[in-house]
């Protein structure tokens, strides 16, 4: 049974740093995408960054370039996604998701859902 779980989530002040973790089980991570999604309140859900399963190529929304960083380590079926230099607009519940094709992970098209972890920021 494929599962993604987030943790890491919590309350942090602007400017602060975070870091989110998803412990894959039940497939293989080395053949997959992973990516990290998030879905603020009343917005729609939205790509945050990923990281292909082959090569180590990465996307980040521009909201976040220069301050989150997406990481793997597939001997530990684990996935991370460092958060620094936190703003109030990346609150939102945060979710980790894995595909085999990493375009389409980019694209919003994904396999596998976690069930998220909320992250707050504010003062």
């Known amino acids: 049974q494929v599962q993604l779980v987030e943790s890491g989530g919590g309350l942090v002040q602007p400017g602060g740093s975070l870091r989110l973790s998803c412990a894959a089980s039940?497939?293989?991570?080395?053949?997959?995408?992973i990516g990290w999604f998030r879905q603020a309140p009343g917005k729609e859900r939205e790509g945050v960054s990923c990281i292909s399963s082959s090569d180590g190529s990465t996307y980040y929304a521009d909201s976040v370039k220069g301050r989150f960083t997406i990481s793997r380590d597939n001997a530990k079926n684990m996935v991370y996604l460092q958060m620094n230099s936190l703003k109030p607009e990346d609150t939102a519940v945060y979710y980790c998701a894995a595909d085999v094709d990493y375009r389409a992970l980019v694209a919003g098209m994904v396999g596998y859902w976690g069930q998220g972890t909320r992250v707050t920021v504010s003062s």
């Open positions: 039940g497939f293989t991570l080395d053949y997959y995408a």
